[in-house]
């Protein structure tokens, strides 16, 4: 049957063959396995053979436990794009940031990967029912391939799953049993039900569960070469190995927000499958990143431990990370990174991932859940502390985004409302509306010029200006025309870069005050320039605020601007 698929026990070391009903060691009964293949045979073809094969989680097949690689269920789930990630990049001094849309998936999340190979295999072995405790988005993700697989799913879940994600569980026919306790207790009475059930009954394990561990894994093989297709086999002196370079790249960094830690166990597993089989040649660290009213890994990888103390009452919003307790699973991933590139585990606050939801948004156009927020959140501390470099290659995981943007995310005020007057509507209908949208529109909004000799910087203060408040922007290239444009438009500010070709921003400086009618226009120097000592005398008191590219968000700069301009 599964002749290519050995699960190898992490205990003793027996390799037993793989089946997907067995499910732990012949030798020593231990639970955790995991699945070998004959890395060696596969090396010698898999590049040549997936060539032909559509970009999607399947591609690998050779490297799946499951024998149908074409099955019925598939929803084109993987093969998600990977983003560069532009703005962001920018306002972070990080060129080289990309981002692995996971929302891509049919439920949009990356729990689809999991969901369509255990189900996959599940229906292999002729299971018809099965049994999951979730924060959420594994049980919308199993609910949606269940169904179309034929198989009963029994999903236990924690009451501080919002309640548009329960529904959206139900809709597919699922049985929701909600939970009033914490998703560790939800997790040990969906145990027990199954315990009960009689035989046929699958119960969902996490990490332990090998088709859902191989499934995570395929994100590391996609990253490998996307990246190398957008810039490149490793040159020599990129390479371990300069006289053979491996025909794939690795980014530096591999950033998710975590729960259970499935996702970077699993990604972790992928990369060390591709440098067992040559095509990479080293493993990218890795930053687990999770909210600080649960954060026992964290925890415990700051105090150097191999075993997490649980977090007996997670306090944070953000359901889809409230796994208190994550068990061995914290170790074996632990011993990985260790075992591998390193990497570390990272805190951040609910209100921290809220804040990236709207960055991320606004600045990239990727909406997103405040689960997968934490990684991003994560990010920027990272970047900011100075444990990722400027020139290091990153790839957040943007795992998901399955309902609608949440009522606290927003806040009040996010839309204007626009009543048309019935009667004068019905007269002159043109009136009516143009004197209804002048009551949303002011005749002034603060006057803004943009300077900057590279396009890119001022299309980043535009979008920001834009996309957080009203102004009427101009822009300028270069000194001359800064000074130009001020004299002619009388800007209520200037966001004024310094290095510039010919006339500098010192001398624009210079100019505007200088001039009368320009002297009293505020002045926000955006600058990529280390000053010296001279050079900050030289501006003290004639600026209103020094910003330093690659130091700021979105966010930071608009609030700038916006108390500047009241
Ligand atoms: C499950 C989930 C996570 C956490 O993933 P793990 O690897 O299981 O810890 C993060 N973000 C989203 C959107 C998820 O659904
Ligand atoms: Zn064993």
Not at 45 to 55: H, K, V
Not at 308 to 334: F, K, Q
């Amino acid at each position: 049957m599964y002749i290519h698929v050995t699960a190898e026990c992490l205990d003793c070391g027996q390799r037993d063959p793989y089946t997907p009903k067995v499910i732990a060691c012949s030798k020593c009964g231990s639970g955790w396995r995991e699945a070998r293949y004959d890395y060696q045979a596969i090396s010698k073809t898999i590049l040549e053979d997936i060539r032909n094969r559509p970009f999607d989680i399947w591609r690998f097949y050779e490297l799946l436990p499951v024998q149908d690689h074409h099955p019925a269920i598939s929803m084109g789930e993987g093969g998600t794009p990977l983003l560069r990630a532009t703005s962001l990049g920018l306002m972070l001094g990080c060129p080289n940031l990309y981002i692995k849309d996971e929302r891509q998936n049919p439920t949009n999340s990356f729990k689809d990967r999991q969901a369509s190979i255990t189900v996959t295999a599940l229906k292999e072995a002729g299971i018809t029912e099965t049994v999951l405790a979730s924060t959420g988005n594994v049980a919308i993700s199993y609910s949606a391939y269940t169904s179309r697989a034929g198989i009963k799913l029994w999903a236990f879940l924690t009451s501080l799953v919002p309640a548009e994600k329960m529904r959206e569980v139900a809709i597919y026919g699922t049985q929701v049993i909600k939970v009033t306790a914490s998703y560790d207790q939800a997790k040990k009475v969906a145990v027990e039900f199954a315990s009960q059930r009689e035989h046929g009954t699958y119960l969902d394990r996490g990490v332990r569960s090998i088709p859902a561990l191989e499934a995570m894994k395929t994100i590391a093989y996609e990253i490998a070469e996307q990246l190398t297709s957008a810039v490149g086999k490793p040159t020599p002196d990129e390479s371990t190995d300069p006289e053979n370079p491996p025909p794939w790249r690795t980014p530096d960094w591999y950033i998710q927000a975590v729960s259970g830690g499935m996702g970077p166990v699993g990604v972790l597993k992928g990369f060390e499958e591709l440098k067992e089989m040559g095509i990479i040649d080293r493993i990218p660290a890795v930053a687990c990143i999770q909210t600080e009213g649960c954060a026992p890994m964290v925890h415990a990888w700051k105090a150097n431990l191999d075993e997490a103390e649980p977090v007996l009452s997670p306090r944070t919003n953000i359901a889809t990370l409230a796994t208190g307790d994550p068990g061995r699973t914290y170790t074996e991933l632990r011993k990985r990174m260790l075992r591998n590139g390193g990497g570390t585990f990272e805190s951040v606050t609910d209100e921290e991932a809220f804040r990236a939801i709207h960055v991320l948004a606004k600045m990239e156009g990727l909406s997103m859940e405040p689960a997968s927020a934490v990684a991003f959140a994560g990010l920027v501390k990272m970047v900011r502390s100075g444990q990722i470099k400027p020139s290091d290659t990153i790839v957040v995981n943007l795992t998901g985004h399955t309902l609608p943007v949440e009522k606290m995310i927003l806040g009040e005020g996010w839309a204007r409302n626009l009543e048309l007057p019935t009667q004068v509507a019905e007269d002159k209908p043109e009136e009516g509306l143009l004197s209804a949208l002048s009551r949303i529109s002011p005749e002034r909004y603060p006057r803004i010029a943009i300077v900057d000799d590279h396009p890119d910087a001022r299309r980043l203060v535009r979008r920001i200006l834009q996309s957080q408040g009203e102004y009427t922007l101009f822009e300028a290239e270069n000194g001359k025309e800064a000074v130009a444009l001020a004299q002619k438009e009388l800007p209520d500010l200037m966001v004024l870069d310094l290095m510039m070709p010919e006339m500098d921003g010192f001398a624009v400086i210079d100019a505007l005050k200088a001039n009368e009618a320009t002297a009293s226009i505020s002045v926000v120097v955006v600058t990529a320039k280390e000053l010296t000592s001279d050079e900050e005398a030289r501006l003290k008191g004639r600026i209103d605020t020094l910003m330093q590219k690659g130091e700021f968000l979105s966010d930071e700069l608009s609030d700038e601007v916006r108390s500047l301009t009241k």
